[in-house]
């Protein structure tokens, strides 16, 4: 294994030459408002999607009609079947769908893509994506950003920091996808998988040119169930209590509600006391708190 804190990249990754195969898994629940928009959005591309795998999740709506009416007009798209549980767990439901639709590729792909079914893509997108990958082989994961429409206006969605490929959009590399085991079925896959990135040395990209329309809030279908999961999360991750309360505290106050500060501390509590099982090992769990507080204080001498 590559020293987790060496600058130089030491991988085996390499240019994928000439246009990459990518294949794009879409997990859906009851998206008839939106999937029309997200498939035309891939299918007017400028570099075509190999293979396109939309997964419907025991939709109840005309999800599965409306891609099977692409299906049958763009033969590299498909739709997979699965039943599960209608309630929308952040994380785990939507990456065992994910699950379901890889596994029926074959591992003919250069890049594995994981995009929601809310989402418009400008025409190049995927060339753009493309074109990163091919520049330099130590790049493990690219993306672009998620912009929301507020009055009118469409505006970026800011969620997380700009170097952070939000869950709605992750493009990874073959060898990246498959050193860092594919992605965890729990809330945190979206940043993990960034993490164990940088662990084993691969770059993350994130191109600010790329602005893809988000037509849906990011956690609209959150029950209430699902309100502790972030603070378990946290812990999950191994980042420990302290780094857990600054990133709580800062991700109340990105969604604008300070109250649930309160329920992520509880959730991390609630997960340390169960001792549950962290996501990583404790190698990397060190690695990551290393690498986060390196960001913090990266962040204070900025202000200072």
Known sequence: MNDPNSQNVSISGSPI??????????????????IALTLQSLVSQTH?????????????????????????????ISLVEKKSSAIHLPGSKVIQAFQTGFET?????DVIVKIDADLIFPTNYFETIDKHFQSDPAIGMVGGFCY?????????????????????????????????????????????????????????????????????????NYSKTAR?????????????????????????MMKNKPLLFLDYIRGFWKARLANTTLMVTAEQAKFIRNHRFQKMKEKLFQLF
């Open 228 to 252: 502790y999961k972030q603070g378990e999360a946290f812990y999950t991750l191994g980042y420990g209590f302290l780094i857990t309360a600054i990133a709580s505290a800062k991700l109340a």
């Open 48 to 76: 075509l999607p190999t293979k396109v795998v939309v997964v419907n999740d025991n939709s109840t709506d005309r999800t599965a009609e409306i891609v099977l009416a692409f299906a049958k007009e763009h033969p590299f």
């Open 17 to 34: 030459g000439g246009w990459g195969a990518f294949y794009i898994v879409i997990p859906t629940y009851n998206e008839e408002q939106f």
């Open 148 to 220: 929301v429409e507020k009055k009118g206006e469409w505006i970026l969605e800011n969620l997380t920091d700009e170097d952070h490929i939000r869950g709605a959009l992750k493009a990874y590399r073959k060898e990246t996808f498959q050193q860092i085991g594919g992605l965890k079925p729990q809330m945190g896959w979206d940043t993990v998988d960034e993490l164990l990135c940088k662990f084993y040395n691969w770059k993350v990209v994130t191109d600010q040119s790329l602005h893809v329309k988000h037509l849906k809030p990011t956690g609209a």
């Open 105 to 109: 590729l074959d591992e003919n792909y």
